[in-house]
């Protein structure tokens, strides 16, 4: 399989970018990465290394995070992001992976890859971290700010079979972020959705609480990107505030300090659950090929976790069985 990398994308782009793009070409040397970017850049990265299953794909433009997103799409057309678009357009690549700008990643799935037959709107899927460190699909938690109530049942369809072909469960169970758990909850549109994903063809088990998420109070969390994104910000805002007054705390005194040595290895454990470099990066699901946005701080750890998350959905056919249940084959 060819797996496009954009590797001028994202806060450490292009160094962190490259690297782990070489450490993911060593660990899986039956994959071939492709390297999109400057190669006058990328070439004195890469240390005289050169892997067999790596290639340099040049590209002499960056879309940059401040950039408007379908804007820069159609004017940079030798951007990096848009060249491994292209590359999954024309079935170079199997998958591209990009840690740069979100929204011009959404627009260059929708202009440059394009949407799958039958799929309104693409739905951006992260894990989120639960305490048995398992995880829980959301989606959307920002590609599209409103949505219809047929759109969270495609995202519930998604959002299942992605947990079944690259996680391995055999029945997701799929949630519906709500006030509360009773069916009549919510508003117009979550009472609608409620009732089409009753009938869907999923491991559907009702309303669920944003405080119940991190315990993992269903496989596959279903919303639309406004009150998901709050809900993500707002448990992102929280987990840094702990830590940064758990940290003032033991450094108060001798004794404190002495806690925290004893206490830092459960510590370290906790922090690693929270950690989106274990996760690897957030499928854009219903483009007609795999995109993965990386989160924008990606570093060595997280561009190889993304290579491996994007390997396992190529293996599982991932694209082609979201495309067969959704069109009814």
């Not at 995070?65 to 848009?82: I, L, Q, T």
């Not at 491994?84 to 929204?103: C, F, I, P, W, Y």
Request: glycine share 10%; hydrophobic share 45%.
């Amino acid at each position: 399989m060819r797996i496009a990398i954009d590797a001028m994308g994202g806060d450490h782009a292009p160094g962190l970018i490259v690297q782990g793009a070489l450490e993911a070409a060593a660990q899986w040397p039956d994959t071939e990465l492709l390297l999109v970017g400057d190669t006058s850049v990328i070439e004195p990265l890469m240390k005289g290394q050169k892997p067999a299953n790596m290639t340099i794909c040049h590209a002499d433009e960056v879309i940059g995070p401040d950039d408007e997103p379908v804007k820069a799409v159609r004017r940079k057309k030798g951007a990096s992001m848009v060249v491994a678009g292209q590359l999954v357009r024309e079935k170079q690549a199997d998958a591209m992976l990009s840690a740069g700008n979100t929204g011009a990643l959404m627009a260059t799935g929708l202009l440059v890859v394009g949407r799958m037959d039958g799929i309104e709107r693409p739905a951006l899927a992260p894990m989120m971290p639960t305490m048995d460190d398992i995880g829980v699909l959301a989606l959307d938690l920002g590609a599209n700010m409103d949505a219809k109530p047929e759109h969270l049942l495609q995202y519930a369809i998604m959002g299942s079979i992605y947990r079944a072909k690259v996680h391995g469960m055999k029945k997701p169970r799929v949630g519906l972020l709500n006030v509360g758990t009773e069916a009549k909850k919510g508003n117009e549109i979550s009472k609608v959705a409620y009732e089409l994903l009753e009938q869907a063809p999923i491991h559907f088990i009702g309303n669920v609480e944003a405080r119940d998420v991190l315990t993992r109070n269903c496989d596959v969390l279903v919303c639309d990107g406004f009150a998901g994104n709050i809900m993500l910000k707002a448990m992102e805002g929280a987990a840094g505030t702990i830590f940064t007054s758990l940290k003032d705390a033991f450094g108060q005194s001798l004794m404190t300090k002495l806690a925290a040595a004893i206490m830092l290895p459960k510590l370290r454990t906790i922090k690693k659950k929270m950690d989106y470099k274990e996760h690897g990066g957030a499928p854009l699901l219903g483009l007609n090929g795999l995109v993965v946005k990386c989160h924008g701080s990606s570093d060595v750890v997280a561009v190889k976790n993304a290579v491996r998350q994007a390997r396992i959905a190529v293996q599982g056919q991932l694209i082609e069985s979201i495309a067969d249940e959704i069109n009814g084959k």
